[in-house]
């Protein structure tokens, strides 16, 4: 069992919808993490919050906009998806960003489908 | 920036077999992670590295960071379906920089 979580777990949404994913962590960790995963690929660094504020924007679209409303929340935001933005999104935490032997703890991710 | 690489990229082992897959740095390691994956499912952490020469083990997987700290290897002893997955190696980056993954091999145990 993960000890991130992650909601939901699947999601179809149309290119004009508004939905928003959710993950949550009860480990006391300052970091928290979205990645995007395609089809045989490694997961791809998204956005990164460190102490509840976004320090790492890696040049992702503003149709993605991610929240942090406290330590053990992160949510994305998403409005106006494309088709190409189908994936599976993966949420992580760690102990402290930038501190090396701090594993990241993924979720199980949700698998995003856009039609 | 730093890169990791990974061999094989895939691998297909009758049950009961030994296998070894690699993670090679370009650049000397300060945090190496195993982790492995299930078809679109999240990554489960396995092990971390950290001292040249190390090596942990966990059931029947051993991991070893060689002492130049730019490779390491994960050794999965008398395999076992449930041992099949994605296997990536994922790196600390430079100081400021974010962590990094290699590509990921990916493993079949046949019955």
């Known amino acids: 069992d993960t000890e991130v979580t992650q909601t939901p777990k699947h999601l179809v949404m149309g290119m004009t919808n508004k939905k928003s994913l959710k993950c949550e962590q009860h480990m006391g960790h300052r970091a928290m993490y979205w990645y995007k995963q395609k089809a045989k690929k490694p997961p791809e660094l998204m956005f990164v919050y460190s102490y509840e504020k976004l320090s790492i924007n890696e040049s992702v679209p503003s149709r993605f906009s991610p929240e942090c409303p406290n330590s053990s929340l992160l949510n994305l935001h998403l409005h106006a998806l494309q088709p190409e933005d189908s994936a599976l999104y993966l949420c992580?935490?760690?102990?402290?960003?930038?501190?090396?032997?701090?594993?990241?703890?993924f979720g199980n991710g949700t698998r995003l489908t856009v039609t | 920036s730093q890169e990791l690489e990974q061999s094989p990229q895939s691998l297909i082992v009758q049950e009961g077999k030994n296998l070894t897959i690699n993670c090679t740095s370009s650049k000397t390691l300060y945090g190496l992670y195993w982790y492995k994956q299930k078809y679109g499912e999240g990554l489960i952490f396995l092990m971390m590295?950290?001292?040249?020469?190390e090596e942990k083990s966990h059931e029947k997987i051993t991991a070893k960071l060689d002492e130049k700290k730019q490779q390491s290897s994960l050794h999965i002893t008398a395999s076992q379906p449930s041992h099949a997955g994605i296997y990536l190696c994922g790196a600390d980056g430079d100081y400021g920089q974010n962590f990094v993954f290699g590509p990921g091999t990916r493993l079949s145990v046949l019955p």
């Open positions: 992580a935490s760690s102990q402290d960003r930038g501190a090396y032997n701090s594993p990241l703890h």
């Open positions: 590295l950290q001292k040249g020469g």
